[in-house]
Nanobody, 121 residues
Framework: QVRLVESGGGLVQAGGSLRLSCAAS????????MGWYRQAPGKQRELVAT???????DYADSVKGRFTISRDNVKNMVYLQMNSLKPEDTAVYYC???????????????WGQGTQVTVSS
């Protein structure tokens, strides 16, 4: 069974940095697109950044120039380096991935359980 497990969240002051990691496991054959989403209290979940298997990236306008997404295709991991954090970045951050497994070659979309990021002013 595929699992996505996030780590690296926490409390940081405005202007600080955090690095989120997400490890995918469970009979994985390959992973296509991977991404990070976030959901603040009372708001809908929104896209933060995505990265293709080949390394092409896309970012929400609100994080361009501050956040960097990267991945390790050998370790089945995706990262989010977050710099110059703002209080409005406070949210639960979720890892997302399209995963093919040995038992199901067609990609299935999976979510992690989320990690809390809190930025104090």
């Amino acid at each position: 069974q595929v699992r996505l497990v996030e780590s690296g969240g926490g409390l940081v002051q405005a202007g600080g940095s955090l690095r989120l990691s997400c490890a995918a496991s469970g009979g994985i054959l390959s992973i296509n697109d991977m991404g990070w989403y976030r959901q603040a209290p009372g708001k809908q979940r929104e896209l933060v950044a995505t990265i293709t298997r080949g390394g092409s990236t896309d970012y929400a306008d609100s994080v361009k120039g501050r956040f960097t997404i990267s991945r390790d295709n050998v370790k089945n991991m995706v990262y989010l380096q977050m710099n110059s954090l703002k209080p409005e970045d406070t949210a639960v951050y979720y890892c997302n991935a399209d995963v093919s497994t040995r038992s199901n070659w067609r990609p299935v979309n999976y979510w992690g359980q989320g990690t809390q990021v809190t930025v104090s002013s």
